[in-house]
């Protein structure tokens, strides 16, 4: 198994711009999340999905869409990125809970200028 | 609103001491408390984690007390190694019920020198 996987590993932006960053996993999890991470701060969870066609938000959800068509993909889109979207972006997944054992990414380093 | 604090920021300990981790949490609710350990560069992982059914877990040299009647939890290792030294992060569940997911304590770096 290749557990979670995340595309791009890093990524510069310019202001306004938009992208995509992909995730996938391959254990057949229901639950799957999106976090940020900034320097001195924890993990801030963005937007989290219990499974396929079912997304909610977290704590810091804005300027963030996700959808989840298949158990497999978790993608994250920024809309119109600003620098203060500059940070390490990590996706996890989890068997069916959030209290189930997380397994992450490797990350997507993102700087917007 | 419902959080985790996490103390010390920073903690720096001699090879063979023990080190211990301190996170309170404000929602009497929550019943998971995860340790993860994010070396530099990497994602985190989890080393262990607690469940409100108990008071003490113990692996090795790491164990988690829970003390859900102060609401707080800590990590403890024991004969501390260099390869010890990383980022330590708690987590609790928190939220209301049917939208609970972790919220994240800021992290203490442990630096454990030889």
């Known amino acids: 198994n290749a557990g979670v996987t995340q595309t791009p590993k890093f990524q510069v932006l310019k202001t306004g711009q938009s992208m995509t960053l992909q995730c996938a996993q391959d254990?057949?999890?229901?639950?799957m999340s999106w976090y940020r991470q900034d320097p001195g701060m924890g993990l801030r969870l963005i937007h989290y999905?219990?499974?396929?066609?079912?997304?909610d938000q977290g704590e810091v959800p804005n300027g963030y869409n996700v959808s989840r068509s298949t158990t497999e993909d978790f993608p994250l889109r920024l809309l119109s990125a600003a620098p203060s979207q500059t940070s390490v972006y990590f996706c996890?997944?989890?068997?069916?809970?959030?209290?189930?054992?997380?397994?992450f990414g490797p990350g997507t380093r993102l700087t917007v200028l | 609103g419902e959080n985790v604090e996490q103390h010390p920021s920073t903690l720096s300990v001699q090879e063979g001491d023990s080190a211990v981790i301190k996170c309170t949490y404000s929602?009497?609710?929550?019943?998971?408390f995860p340790w993860y350990k994010q070396e530099l560069g990497k994602r985190p992982q989890l080393i262990i984690d607690?469940?409100?059914?108990?008071g003490e877990k113990k692996d090795q040299r790491i164990a988690v007390t829970l003390n859900k009647t102060a609401k707080h939890f800590s990590l403890h290792i024991t004969e501390t190694q260099p390869e010890d030294s990383a980022v330590y992060f708690c987590?609790?569940?928190?939220?209301?019920?049917?939208?609970?997911?972790?919220?994240f304590g800021s992290g203490t770096r442990l630096q454990v020198q030889p």
């Open positions: 996890a997944s989890s068997d069916r809970a959030p209290e189930d054992t997380q397994y």
């Open positions: 254990m057949n999890h229901e639950y």
């Open positions: 999905s219990v499974g396929a066609g079912i997304t």
């Open positions: 929602d009497s609710a929550s019943n998971y």
């Open positions: 607690i469940r409100s059914n108990v």
């Open positions: 987590a609790a569940l928190l939220g209301d019920t049917g939208r609970r997911a972790l919220t």
